[in-house]
């Protein structure tokens, strides 16, 4: 979701901003999802010709926590419990552990979880909104 706010470029820009636009509340940015932004504005392969430096992500960033209605959320108390709850395969597909953490930060913070990813679906405790 982050990364579709960010980039004109992205398939999703526009989806993200519509969905923005009508979202009740406020948007939760927490490290996990800072991470993958971070991580993702700096890859070539991502990003292509409109790779950012460093500076440039970070200026993105603090650019988007400081609109209205983007917050930061801490890791809740109990959030490892619930993140190993969520661990249910014996061989996890690429990706599985940090959308398994994603779920349980937004159940023990009785959130939503907002998405491009129908994978989220699976957890069933998880409030999602797939867009």
Do not use: K
């Not at 989806?15 to 504005?41: D, E, F, I, M, N």
């Not at 959320?73 to 953490?101: H, I, K």
């Amino acid at each position: 979701m982050w990364l579709a706010l960010s980039v004109p470029a992205h398939v999703h820009y526009a989806a993200a901003w519509a969905w923005l636009g009508t979202a009740p509340g406020s948007l939760g940015l927490c490290r996990v999802t800072q991470l993958a932004l971070l991580r993702h504005l700096t890859n070539r392969t991502i990003m292509q010709t409109g790779v950012l430096t460093v500076a440039e992500a970070w200026d993105g960033l603090d650019s988007l926590r400081g609109r209205a209605g983007v917050i930061w959320l801490e890791e809740p108390s109990g959030v490892e419990r619930l993140w190993r709850s969520q661990m249910t395969a014996n061989t996890p597909a690429p990706g599985a552990w940090t959308d398994a953490y994603l779920a349980a930060f937004a159940i023990a913070h009785n959130v939503r979880l907002v998405s491009f990813d129908r994978g989220f679906a699976r957890f069933p405790d998880l409030r999602v909104e797939i867009l």
